[in-house]
C-alpha cells in the first residue's frame, strides 16, 4: 500500500497543527497510529528517548522530519502519519521543520527501504511541498500528495 493510500484509508494526516514543543509534537503524530492500533503507546516514547539521545537525525534541509524507532520499540503493522503545523519548530536543536512524517516499519527492511524512500520520493519536489504547506484541510493535502 503507498503512503497516499495509507494516510487516506486510515485518517492519519493533521493539517494546520498548532504545537509549543517538540515533544508534544512527536506525541501528536503518533495518536492516530496508536488509536489505529498499528503502535503502542511506547513507540513515540522510544522516538522521543532516541532523539533526546541521538539528536534529530531525521530531520531534512527542507523543513521536513521524519521520525521513527526500530520496529521493535511497539511497531504492529506498517504505519505513516503526517502532521502540517501553522509554524515551524525545531526538533531537539534541528533547523526547523513544519511538515513531519511519522512512520513505523514492522522488520528493518520496510522499516529502511519501503517507509524512508517512498516517503522522501513523495516529498521531493519543491512546488508540491509548498502546497502541502499552504494546505488547511485532508482532502487538499490527498490531492497534492
Not at 497510529?33 to 503502542?40: C, S
Not at 532516541?50 to 511497539?74: K, L, M, Q, S, W
Not at 520496510?110 to 494546505?135: C, F, N, P, W, Y
Request: hydrophobic share 45%; with cysteine.
Amino acid at each position: 500500500m503507498s503512503i497516499k493510500d495509507f494516510l487516506s484509508i486510515n485518517q492519519c494526516i493533521q493539517p494546520g497543527v498548532d504545537v509549543g514543543s517538540w515533544v508534544e509534537l512527536i506525541v501528536i503524530a503518533a495518536k492516530p497510529l496508536i488509536d489505529g492500533g498499528f503502535v503502542t503507546a511506547d513507540y513515540p516514547k522510544a522516538v522521543i528517548n532516541n532523539t533526546e539521545e541521538y539528536g534529530a537525525y531525521y530531520v531534512f534541509d527542507e523543513g521536513i522530519a521524519i521520525p521513527h524507532a526500530r520496529p521493535e520499540c511497539g511497531v504492529i503493522k506498517d504505519c505513516f502519519s503526517m502532521v502540517i503545523l501553522k509554524k515551524p519548530i525545531s526538533i531537539h536543536g534541528s533547523d526547523p521543520v513544519d511538515i513531519v512524517v511519522m512512520f513505523g516499519g514492522v522488520d528493518s527492511n520496510s522499516h529502511i527501504t519501503e517507509g524512508i524512500a517512498s516517503i522522501v520520493g513523495m516529498l521531493d519536489d519543491e512546488k508540491t511541498l509548498t502546497q502541502i504547506r499552504q494546505a488547511t484541510t485532508v482532502d487538499e493535502v490527498l490531492r497534492l500528495l
